[in-house]
Nanobody, 123 residues
Framework: VRVLVESGGGSVQSGGSLRLSCGPS????????LAWFRQEPMKERERVAR???????TYTASVRGRFTAYRDNAQNAMYLQMNNLKPEDTAMYYC?????????????????WGQGTQVTVSS
């Protein structure tokens, strides 16, 4: 269900920074696992970061050390701070909340999704 709203996307040069926001929303509940995904045209969706209900974040290897995902439970919102952006980070970025399916101890699907925000990084 696409009920979340992302903002903060845009176009930047390589090495630049952007901060994506998702919410505030009643669907970003304190008890929910949250995540950020990205997808390029004709490619599979990739999970960029996951945030546990306690705020612990994990990242895909390609963004580790450059991206920081965090949640603000008081605001029912989530964020993705992206630093040192590279052209290969160019994609549509989506936020997601409330894990609905787990495979191999990893959440593979979420109940609530955003509409997406475009991030374009030029070299």
């Amino acid at each position: 269900v696409r009920v979340l709203v992302e903002s903060g996307g845009g176009s930047v040069q390589s090495g630049g920074s952007l901060r994506l926001s998702c919410g505030p929303s009643e669907y970003i509940d304190d008890d929910y696992s949250l995540a950020w995904f990205r997808q390029e045209p004709m490619k599979e969706r990739e999970r960029v970061a996951r945030i546990s209900p306690t705020g612990f974040a994990t990242y895909t290897a390609s963004v580790r050390g450059r991206f920081t995902a965090y949640r603000d439970n008081a605001q029912n919102a989530m964020y993705l701070q992206m630093n040192n952006l590279k052209p290969e980070d160019t994609a549509m970025y989506y936020c997601a909340a409330a894990c609905t399916s787990v495979r191999d101890a990893t959440c593979v699907d979420y109940k609530y999704w955003g509409q997406g925000t475009q991030v374009t990084v030029s070299s």
